[in-house]
């Protein structure tokens, strides 16, 4: 579990060091809003809380927009940084919109969302693809100070939190190690080459999560091209989903829970993608049933890669499966 804040352009920071010396570890900075607004304090604060040694995230606020322009206002600001953790989206509109969500949520499994319980619970994702604000610092509420995240990615616990170093009030955090990117999220456009740039952010990430799942060496241009595509469609077939190279919801999906690393095994719960994809990266048959024969592949692959050969898919097989190119 990992201590966090959350911060826009009206926090006042006053000494980051004394943030780190109060427990945080994580700091979320609200990076654009809907389709023009970007946050002029972004890069100053971006470098100061890394110049601390905290783990960064940024975060989009969202309003009632085309899901994909605003993802791709958002993209065009984030990939100017290297990120820590993964990307928020804040979905604090009234009357929310489902699809809306949906589809901004498929567009990267490296999203979480923020809200409140009425949204976030009915939205249909996993619990470590949200981040639920339960304030216990508000009139009339029975909650007390987290101690476990209960399998949220995140919970929002205090909207006014007193942290060492930060005037008035902090938005307090806590955390699932979940969030953590194994891999640093970099996509290195410069300001100036951003309009000159013809590929699609959106793209380039698909192309990244591509590369790290099926271990290809895909260009990163943010073009679909024949390479691109084909990829897409050796995963959703390995996935067992419709075959269509189209990037939609349900491949974003079984990413996202591929990257949950679930600890996968006979004795364990079903978990259909994590298991297609362990028998898609082991061998044998891919099914997405983690039987006897799927142990014992997994067992001989453990063995062959200097692992513990337990036939169980846990941190250690997870790490070598999605964080090595082997």
Same mark, same amino acid.
């Given at each position: 579990?990992?201590?966090? /804040?959350?911060?826009?352009?009206?926090?006042?920071?006053?000494?980051?060091?004394?943030?780190?010396?109060?427990?945080?570890?994580?700091?979320?900075?609200?990076?654009?809003?809907? $389709?023009?607004?970007?946050?002029?304090?972004?890069?100053?604060?971006?470098?100061?809380?890394?110049?601390?040694?905290?783990?960064?995230?940024?975060?989009?606020?969202?309003?009632?927009?085309?899901?994909?322009?605003?993802?791709?206002?958002?993209?065009?600001?984030?990939?100017?940084?290297?990120?820590?953790?993964?990307?928020?989206?804040?979905?604090?509109? =009234?009357?929310?919109?489902? @699809?809306?969500?949906?589809?901004?949520?498929?567009?990267?499994?490296?999203?979480?969302?923020?809200?409140?319980?009425?949204?976030?619970?009915?939205?249909?994702?996993?619990?470590?693809?949200?981040?639920?604000?339960?304030?216990?610092?508000?009139?009339?509420?029975?909650?007390?100070?987290? =101690?476990?995240?209960?399998?949220?990615?995140?919970?929002?616990?205090?909207?006014?939190?007193?942290?060492?170093?930060?005037?008035?009030?902090?938005?307090? +955090?806590?955390?699932?190690?979940?969030?953590?990117? @194994?891999?640093?999220?970099?996509?290195?456009?410069? &300001?100036?080459?951003?309009?000159?740039?013809?590929?699609?952010?959106? =793209?380039? /990430?698909?192309?990244?999560?591509?590369?790290?799942?099926?271990?290809?060496? $895909?260009?990163?241009?943010?073009?679909?091209?024949?390479?691109?595509?084909?990829?897409?469609?050796?995963?959703?077939?390995?996935?067992?989903?419709?075959?269509? !190279?189209?990037? !939609?919801?349900?491949?974003?999906?079984?990413?996202?829970?591929?990257?949950?690393?679930?600890? +996968?095994?006979?004795?364990?719960?079903? &978990?259909?993608?994590?298991?297609?994809?362990?028998?898609?990266?082991?061998?044998?048959?891919?099914?997405?049933?983690?039987?006897?024969?799927?142990?014992?592949?997994?067992? @001989?692959?453990?063995?062959?890669?200097? $692992?513990?050969?337990?036939?169980?898919? !846990?941190?250690?097989?997870?790490?070598?499966?999605? +964080?090595?190119?082997?």
């Amino acid at each position: 579990m990992k201590k966090g /804040i959350d911060i826009y352009s009206g926090t006042e920071i006053t000494d980051w060091n004394a943030i780190k010396a109060s427990g945080v570890e994580v700091v979320y900075i609200k990076l654009t809003d809907g $389709l023009t607004y970007i946050n002029p304090k972004a890069l100053e604060q971006y470098n100061a809380a890394k110049s601390v040694g905290l783990k960064v995230g940024a975060y989009h606020f969202g309003e009632k927009n085309s899901a994909q322009d605003e993802y791709n206002h958002f993209m065009r600001e984030a990939s100017k940084y290297q990120w820590d953790v993964k990307f928020m989206f804040d979905y604090e509109v =009234t009357s929310p919109d489902f @699809n809306f969500i949906t589809q901004f949520m498929g567009l990267n499994p490296n999203f979480i969302i923020y809200g409140s319980h009425s949204v976030v619970d009915k939205c249909g994702l996993p619990l470590n693809r949200i981040w639920v604000a339960e304030p216990t610092d508000i009139a009339n509420t029975n909650y007390k100070e987290p =101690t476990s995240t209960r399998g949220y990615a995140g919970i929002q616990h205090k909207w006014y939190g007193k942290i060492n170093g930060l005037q008035g009030n902090a938005d307090v +955090d806590l955390f699932d190690d979940s969030i953590i990117l @194994n891999i640093a999220v970099t996509l290195p456009i410069l &300001a100036q080459q951003t309009v000159q740039q013809s590929g699609s952010p959106a =793209t380039r /990430i698909i192309q990244l999560e591509l590369n790290t799942l099926l271990k290809k060496d $895909l260009a990163v241009d943010g073009i679909t091209g024949p390479s691109t595509i084909e990829a897409i469609k050796e995963f959703q077939k390995a996935m067992g989903l419709t075959v269509d !190279g189209i990037w !939609g919801p349900a491949t974003a999906g079984a990413v996202g829970q591929i990257y949950a690393r679930p600890v +996968d095994g006979v004795p364990y719960a079903h &978990a259909e993608y994590a298991t297609r994809y362990i028998q898609y990266r082991v061998g044998g048959s891919i099914d997405g049933v983690f039987g006897s024969n799927t142990k014992i592949y997994v067992q @001989n692959w453990q063995a062959k890669h200097g $692992l513990v050969a337990d036939g169980i898919v !846990g941190t250690g097989t997870w790490s070598k499966l999605l +964080d090595e190119n082997c």
